[in-house]
Each structure stands twice: as C-alpha cells, then as structure tokens.
C-alpha cells in the first residue's frame, strides 16, 4: 500500500531537547515536503527537497533542519525546540513538485 | 512568491444545499492550482487539481472547481452536500513548471448539518 509514515505520531518534550519527527514514503517519490499546521493559518510549508542530497528552505524553516540521505526517507530535526514550535506537523511526498501530494497522518507536537 | 487566500473561514450549511467555497490566488505566472480536504482527525487528500486546459475541473466525492484566470480565482463547488462532507478544505497553489513551493490558504471549516 502507498503511503507516507510519520513517527511518532504524538509527543510531548521539554524546552531545548532535541527531537526528530521520521518520514518514510515507499512510493520512490523524488520529492518529500514537512508542514506545520495551526488554527487560522493552514498549512505553511517548513522545507522541502526535490531529491536526495537536495533541500531549500519553505516559508517557515526558523528552527528546524532537514535531511534527505535516501530517497525514501526524510527526517525533521528540532535542534533545540520551543514553545512556539507546538504544532501538527505533516510530511507529504510526491513525484515532483507539480503533482499532487501524498500526505502522511500527521505528528502532534507539544514543547513544554 | 505565491499566496492563497481563503476568505470564508466557516461555512455552516443544511444537508442538500449548495456549496461554494472561495479561493483566490496571487502570482504572477503559469500556476498549477489544488484543494484538498482534511476529515476529522485525518490527513489530507486531494479532492481535485487544474494544471492546464478545461477551467472545469471535476473531482471526487461530486466536487468540481472553476478556474478563473481573470480573476485568478479557483472557487470550489458541490451543487448538494452531505452530512459526510463536514471537514476543513484547503486551496493550494504552486508555480507551473518550477514547481517548488506548495503555498496553502488558512483552509475553510464546512459544517454540514443534518
């Protein structure tokens, strides 16, 4: 079955202790994407990555990093996490950047 | 860069009345245009794409949506709703071709009573 796994997919950390949110997709799609999700903003788009070794920067990427080492994997990274960073987070994975997104089910992020 | 705007934020309806949800969108270029819906508690998943040609996209689940590059607009339509509609719908852009950036609008909440 397609699809695009998040792990995990609830958590709730402290100030400051880095954590890392995986995205996996089996469906050799070159090009993944992390969003946040807010009440009354969206989804707004963190980084993204149209292949392996290749990342840039969305509209929100203060605070996290990325990493795409394999095609089907692409984790985000929150060094030192805040307050502000407690949000519902997706990843999403496509063929390129013009085709429709799979979407995963979403990580719930708490930063206490 | 591009951006979305969604101007009904909630939409209360009666079950077999008409929808139209707003979206317009500003960018200068060439853009592919998407909804998506997000039902309670799940992801999201798209409900229909216009890329090129007929302005009079059809979608799953009975929706379709008009692009209007005049306008640059991309309303959503369902001539009758149902109860199971109920959920948050989004309109995204990104520019044709260069196609890196996937810009969303704050999403519209459709409640469908019953």
């Known amino acids: 079955e397609a699809q695009v796994t998040q792990n995990p997919r609830y958590l709730i950390t402290v100030t400051g202790k880095k954590l890392t949110v995986t995205c996996s997709q089996n469906m050799n799609h070159e090009y993944m994407s992390w969003y946040r999700q807010d009440p009354g903003l969206g989804l707004r788009q963190i980084y993204y990555?149209?292949?392996?070794?290749?990342?840039d920067k969305g509209d929100v990427p203060e605070g996290y990093k990325v990493s795409r080492k394999e095609k089907r994997n692409f984790p985000l990274i929150l060094e030192s996490p805040s307050p502000n960073q407690t949000s519902l987070y997706f990843c999403a994975s496509s063929w390129d950047g013009n085709q429709p997104q799979h979407f995963g089910d979403g990580t719930r992020l708490s930063i206490l | 860069a591009q951006s979305v705007s969604q101007h009904n934020h909630h939409v209360i309806l009666s079950e077999a009345a008409s929808l139209e949800l707003g979206c317009n969108y500003s960018?200068?270029?060439?853009?592919?245009l998407f909804w998506y819906v997000q039902y309670p508690g799940q992801h999201l998943q798209l409900l229909l794409k216009?890329?090129?040609?007929?302005?009079l996209v059809k979608g799953i689940k009975g929706f379709e949506a008009e692009f209007i590059k005049s306008k640059f607009s991309f309303n959503l339509r369902k001539p009758s709703v149902q109860w199971s509609d109920t959920a948050e719908y989004f309109c995204a852009v990104n520019a044709a071709g260069s196609a890196r950036q996937l810009t969303f609008g704050s999403g519209t909440q459709l409640t469908v009573l019953p």
């Open positions: 990555s149209m292949n392996v070794e290749v990342t």
């Open positions: 216009y890329f090129s040609g007929d302005p």
């Open positions: 960018y200068g270029g060439t853009v592919n």
